[in-house]
């Protein structure tokens, strides 16, 4: 397996385009999440964004599914499906999407909680759900600029999971991050808490989606009838952040990221470099 998951130089700089392109329609998807909006609008926001730049929504091509995101609320971890019911006020909402511009592809996530000035309290528990998993997965990234293999990113995630003494948070063992290239999911699988096994190589071509999916509660879930919708057994709230990084010879950059990580990465020390030609 660890052979072949390497790319080019050539290959790693054709994935900056769908990395960018997933970024640019999160961030409109972002900008319009509000109380009174559908996610099947936040739907048709991302797609615009993805087929307005010349690509294709890579979710579009997994079978069975007809949408350009994913959108998860409250119980729901991933792979929501978008739907008519509109966004209340304190709902914790995660939103997945990807691109695929010639031939490569880009993922990511992010999670916000709307705002509900009736209920601070609740709206200050699940953002910190939402920010404990980002920052984790922050530490996952920068783990990536200094480790010699990848289950490295396994152990920086979980330690700052379980560094929240008050709160007993679940890591989702069941669905783990990946390789991401032609396909959309590719080996190797990036692990999001400690395994024994070390992993393969941190070196340059290797490309990954880092993606912890962190609940308030237990780990167990289940998948609705639709098929897709996975939610935690006993209802506690979820959130979910993802983003595509790769690792070339100049250094580390984050594709789905507007400014390559930068901002995300300056708290650990990491400054990213961009992909040249």
Not at 154 to 172: F, K, P, Q, S, T
Not at 241 to 263: K, N, P, R
Request: glycine share 10%.
């Amino acid at each position: 397996m660890a052979k072949g998951i390497y790319k080019t130089p050539a290959q790693v700089l054709a994935m900056v385009a769908p990395g960018r392109i997933t970024a640019d329609a999160l961030a409109a998807v972002r900008a319009a999440a509000q109380a009174g909006v559908t996610t099947l609008e936040l739907d048709a926001i991302a797609e615009r964004v993805i087929r307005d730049a010349g690509a294709v929504p890579n979710f579009m091509k997994e079978p069975g599914y007809t949408h350009t995101i994913c959108a998860s609320v409250n119980e729901a971890v991933v792979h929501g499906i978008p739907n008519g019911r509109p966004l209340e006020p304190g709902d914790i909402l995660s939103i997945d999407c990807g691109a695929e511009f010639d031939g490569w592809n880009g993922d990511a996530a992010f999670t916000i909680v709307i705002p509900d000035p009736d209920r601070p309290e609740l709206v200050a528990e699940r953002e910190r759900l939402s920010s404990v998993t980002e920052r984790s997965l922050w530490a996952g990234i920068a783990s990536l600029a200094t480790a010699k293999h990848l289950n490295t990113i396994g152990a920086a995630i979980e330690d700052v999971i379980d560094a929240d003494r008050d709160v007993r948070y679940g890591i989702l063992e069941d669905y783990v991050g990946h390789g991401i290239g032609r396909s959309m999911h590719e080996d190797p699988p990036v692990f999001n808490y400690r395994v024994r096994q070390r992993g393969p190589e941190v070196k340059p071509g290797l490309v990954v989606a880092i993606e912890p999916m962190v609940t308030g509660g237990s780990i167990d879930t289940r998948t609705l009838d639709d098929g897709w919708t996975v939610v935690t057994d006993d209802g506690s709230m979820a959130a979910h952040w993802e983003h595509s990084v790769a690792i070339h010879a100049d250094g580390i950059w984050v594709l789905t990221a507007e400014d390559g990580g930068a901002a995300g990465l300056a708290p650990f020390g990491v400054v990213p470099t961009p992909v040249r030609s």
